[in-house]
């Protein structure tokens, strides 16, 4: 009877994780992908003046004479080298773009992650590419989901056979 319980308790909690992995499959093709697109519409471009850049791993830190302590940051990834950034120099000025669903926090932040940056001369990350890494990051998430779902749903079929021979088992011994 003991065993039964724990095999009962095993299956529930599998197919509860399968679902719960369904679930943030779909979160992550629809609902989360279509509120972060970026576009012109959804974003505020500002100018402002290089004070200092730093470079940390696939992130670029520019400090802007505007914002004082809060840099903008830009989490570069596959998107772009950040050699592109080392054109930046003190004094020049960038245009970047923020999400407008930041704009009432924006004073508050201590870090301001861009959309797009560019310069008068050159276009260092542009929103199609921004919107190009976001695309990526879900498939590489929506492989995961799958690999996860697969693995619970193959334990609860598991748990389920387990179950229907545990009580064939029973009934054979009556």
């Known amino acids: 009877m003991k065993r039964k319980k724990s095999t009962i308790f095993c299956l529930v909690l599998f197919v509860i994780l399968f679902i719960?992995?369904?679930?943030n499959i779909?979160?992550?093709?629809?609902?989360?992908?279509?509120?972060?697109?970026?576009?012109?519409?959804?974003?505020?471009?500002f100018s402002a003046?290089?004070?200092?850049?730093?470079?940390?791993?696939?992130?670029?830190?520019?400090?802007?004479?505007e914002l004082g302590e809060s840099p903008i940051i830009s989490n570069t990834g596959d998107l772009s080298d950040t050699g592109d950034f080392s054109h930046l120099q003190n004094g020049q000025t960038v245009y970047f773009r923020t999400?407008?669903?930041l704009l009432e926090r924006l004073e508050e932040l201590s870090l301001i992650s861009i959309v797009s940056l560019r310069t008068e001369a050159m276009e260092i990350v542009s929103l199609s590419s921004y919107?190009?890494?976001?695309?990526?990051?879900?498939?590489g998430l929506t492989k995961v989901g799958i690999t996860?779902?697969?693995i619970f749903l193959s334990l609860a079929i598991y748990f389920a056979v387990r179950l229907k021979r545990e009580r064939l088992y029973f009934i054979s011994e009556i």
């Open 20 to 23: 719960g992995m369904l679930g």
């Open 26 to 45: 779909v979160a992550v093709n629809t609902v989360m992908i279509d509120s972060r697109h970026v576009s012109e519409a959804n974003t505020t471009e």
């Open 49 to 65: 003046t290089v004070e200092n850049i730093r470079v940390a791993g696939r992130h670029v830190f520019i400090y802007l004479e």
């Open 99 to 101: 999400e407008d669903r």
């Open 131 to 139: 919107n190009a890494r976001l695309l990526e990051s879900r498939v």
């Open 148 to 150: 996860f779902s697969l």
